[in-house]
């Protein structure tokens, strides 16, 4: 398996829209640097191409690509699911490139091998822990200001919490807003059941309820 | 960029729920992605805080797809009075 190179849009589309999760290197010719993160790209493609598919595409070319997924410099790289854009490196970070391939082809073939279904994924994720927090990033990072007061104010509780970082994952990220019949994130669950969003966690906290709330 | 404003929000909200009082107020810059809402309803008398929340993000589930960021505060008439008076 090699990098593919994309020539035309509807060749992207089809790409990026395959079973397998595709690892999208936007380049430019005159960039050095996107020479080294092709040869990286390469090297993933011998040892993970039978789980994950890479390719290449000229961000000047596709600029309307580009704009969509707002490329700022090149080298980047933008990993996709099933048409989404699940996860990205910007710049020459051959660490990063290569540790986030290897975790998605790692949960490309558990899920494979398991069988599960989406469902029983999102079962298993929300009973992991008696206070599960689905959030955008992590509680030492929140890549979202609702998420941040949501950390803020749980820590104070001093309860013990997992975390899941949404943005990690489409698929958990759109199947758990169906799945709660939710719309937004961050949300708390409480052995397994949906406590609510930050404005839940407010009120609760204004009244009182919180910490006989969180420990269910 | 969203295509929603306060007062489209507040006059849908209004007629949903038969509210004796809707407050919407648009933290974006007028951007349309940000807003945090007021309701005070009898539809919400006897339900849970977080039914109340469901009812509101079902009565909006098309606009808060490009709605970035929805806060909401939901009370029962007899509610809202008592938090007037802690004013």
């Not at chain 1, 035309?8 to 990026?16: C, D, F, M, P, R």
């Not at chain 2, 940000?34 to 849970?48: D, E, H, L, Y």
Request: proline residues 2%; hydrophobic residues 40%; charged residues 25%.
């Amino acid at each position: 398996m090699a990098v593919l190179t994309v020539e035309n849009s509807e060749e992207y589309q089809k790409y990026i829209s395959a079973d397998k999760t595709t690892v999208a290197l936007f380049s430019a010719s005159w960039a050095e640097q996107c020479a080294q993160v092709n040869d990286v790209l390469n090297e993933l493609a011998n040892i993970l191409g039978d789980k994950l598919q890479f390719i290449t595409l000229d961000a000047e070319k596709f600029s309307e690509i580009s704009m969509k997924h707002q490329i700022e410099a090149v080298p980047t790289v933008i990993f996709f699911n099933k048409g989404s854009a699940v996860d990205r490196v910007d710049g020459v970070d051959i660490a990063a490139i290569s540790s986030k391939s290897k975790k998605l082809a790692e949960s490309a073939s558990s899920a494979a091998a398991t069988g599960q279904t989406l469902e029983d994924r999102l079962k298993n994720l929300i009973n992991k822990a008696p206070l599960m927090i689905f959030m955008k990033g992590d509680r030492n990072a929140p890549r979202c200001g609702f998420s941040k007061q949501l950390i803020a104010i749980v820590n104070e509780t001093k309860l013990p919490y997992e975390t899941f970082d949404i943005l990690s994952d489409e698929e958990v990220r759109q199947g758990l807003k169906t799945y709660s019949d939710w719309p937004t994130y961050p949300q708390v669950y409480v052995k397994g059941e949906l406590i609510g969003g930050l404005d839940i966690i407010k009120e609760l906290l204004a009244n009182n309820e919180l910490e006989s709330s969180l420990k269910g | 960029m969203s295509k929603y404003d306060a007062k489209y929000l507040e006059d849908k909200l209004r007629a949903r729920f038969d509210a004796s009082h809707v407050e919407v107020s648009d933290d974006s810059d007028g951007c349309g992605g940000k807003f945090s809402v007021i309701i005070v309803s009898k539809a919400f008398v006897g339900q849970t805080l977080l039914q109340k929340h469901r009812l509101v993000n079902q009565s909006l589930a098309e606009e808060l797809k490009s709605i970035h960021a929805f806060s909401q505060k939901t009370y029962t008439p007899e509610e809202w009075e008592k938090v007037q008076q802690q004013k």
